[in-house]
C-alpha cells in the first residue's frame, strides 16, 4: 500500500530550517491535513514498516534524514486518519528515508509513503550485543 504526496516547497519542513515556532506550527498543521485527507478511509497493516520515498525537481545530492520533519508530519496525519490507532515502534517501524530517481513538478516535493510487511526481529543481534 502507498499513499502520495505532491507537496508545494512551501509547505517543506527540513531539519536544517530554523523556522521561527508559529511557521513551523503553521506548516506541521498544513501537512497533517493534507496527510488526513488524502489517507482518509484507509487502513494500515499492523506492524507495519514504513519507507518514505522523495522525489525532486532535479537530480542534486540530497541528504534523505534531513526531511524527516515533513515525513513526520504526513504520518501523525495519517495516523489522525485511522490509518493506523498510534505511530510508536510497535505499529510502525521506520520510517526509512529514501531519494527516487524521479522528476517532479518545479516548485514541489514528491513524496511516496510506502506501507509494508515489518522486518523478521533481529534476536541475533541482540544475542551478539549482550556478550
Given at each position: 500500500m502507498k499513499?502520495?504526496?505532491l507537496i508545494p516547497q512551501a509547505m517543506i519542513l527540513t531539519s536544517n530550517q530554523r523556522l521561527n515556532p508559529h511557521v513551523k506550527a503553521k506548516k506541521t498543521?498544513?501537512?497533517?491535513?493534507?496527510?488526513?485527507?488524502?489517507?482518509?478511509?484507509?487502513?494500515?497493516?499492523?506492524?507495519?514498516?514504513?519507507?518514505?520515498?522523495?522525489?525532486?525537481?532535479?537530480?542534486?545530492r540530497r541528504d534523505a534524514p534531513n526531511w524527516w520533519p515533513t515525513i513526520k508530519a504526513l504520518i501523525d496525519g495519517m495516523v489522525d486518519a485511522g490509518v493506523w490507532e498510534d505511530d510508536n515502534s510497535t505499529i510502525i517501524q521506520g520510517p526509512d528515508h529514501r531519494i527516487l530517481d524521479y522528476r517532479c513538478q518545479k516548485g514541489h516535493v514528491y513524496v511516496s509513503i510506502e506501507i509494508g510487511p515489518p522486518e523478521p526481529?533481529?534476536?541475533?543481534?541482540?544475542?551478539?550485543?549482550k556478550s
Amino acid at each position: 500500500m502507498k499513499v502520495d504526496f505532491l507537496i508545494p516547497q512551501a509547505m517543506i519542513l527540513t531539519s536544517n530550517q530554523r523556522l521561527n515556532p508559529h511557521v513551523k506550527a503553521k506548516k506541521t498543521k498544513a501537512l497533517r491535513q493534507l496527510a488526513e485527507s488524502e489517507s482518509r478511509g484507509l487502513r494500515g497493516p499492523t506492524p507495519c514498516r514504513v519507507i518514505a520515498w522523495l522525489g525532486f525537481q532535479d537530480r542534486r545530492r540530497r541528504d534523505a534524514p534531513n526531511w524527516w520533519p515533513t515525513i513526520k508530519a504526513l504520518i501523525d496525519g495519517m495516523v489522525d486518519a485511522g490509518v493506523w490507532e498510534d505511530d510508536n515502534s510497535t505499529i510502525i517501524q521506520g520510517p526509512d528515508h529514501r531519494i527516487l530517481d524521479y522528476r517532479c513538478q518545479k516548485g514541489h516535493v514528491y513524496v511516496s509513503i510506502e506501507i509494508g510487511p515489518p522486518e523478521p526481529a533481529r534476536s541475533s543481534f541482540l544475542e551478539h550485543a549482550k556478550s
